[in-house]
């Protein structure tokens, strides 16, 4: 196994899984699944499999009426059509999302829905709200004992950096000598 693609033994046993959620009759079971599916397959090559799934999700748990289920679900379909590039249907998931989250209280949810939305800021351009958004998950996550908090504060702050350094470019041709070829993006 050990020389086998992950990507094809993670197939594997989330096949096995589908099949007996899917024979057990029980939405939740299925929709516990699909979920953990959505991980186990995060692969560029599996989008439109994570979108089907996304989809069934979002009427298994309409049906369930669970919050965690649902909040997890607009998570993983928000991540897959970010990915497939459909962000207004993107924004719908986080917005739902974030509602639920707000719903649950200030556990988990919340910091995930947080980080989720600095994200969306960043890739919309938005360095400000970005950076703020960042800043509330840190101390939320921090509060809520997330270890991962602060590695996403850093990687927002980091990437705000970076953009912030290609939009002097034009300012400081010098710079532009140095760079490899291929580095430099029109802003």
């Not at 679900?73 to 459909?86: C, F, I, K, Q, S």
């Not at 962000?87 to 919340?110: H, K, R, T, Y």
């Not at 602060?150 to 470019?169: H, P, R």
């Amino acid at each position: 196994m050990i020389f086998e693609d992950p990507l094809a033994v993670r197939r594997a046993l989330t096949d096995d899984a589908l099949t007996i959620a899917r024979a057990s009759n029980d939405p939740a079971t299925l929709a516990h699944v699909l979920i953990s599916r959505c991980v186990s397959l995060w692969h560029p090559s599996t989008l439109d499999e994570r979108l089907r799934h996304g989809e069934e999700l979002a009427g298994l748990v309409e049906a369930l009426g669970d919050p965690h289920l649902a909040f997890f679900t607009n998570w993983y379909r928000y991540a897959a059509l970010v990915e497939a590039g459909r962000l207004a249907d993107a924004d719908q998931a986080l917005v739902a999302g974030a509602s639920l989250a707000g719903q649950l209280g200030p556990a988990m949810p919340v910091w995930v829905s947080t980080f989720t939305r600095s994200a969306r800021a960043l890739l919309a351009g938005d360095t400000d709200t970005a950076e703020a958004l960042a800043t509330e998950q840190l101390q939320l996550g921090e509060r809520a004992g997330q270890p991962d908090a602060a590695l996403y504060f850093g990687v927002i702050l980091f990437t705000i950096a970076v953009l912030m350094a290609f939009a002097f470019l034009p300012i400081y041709p010098t710079l532009q000598l140095r760079m490899p070829p291929g580095m430099l993006i029109d802003m």
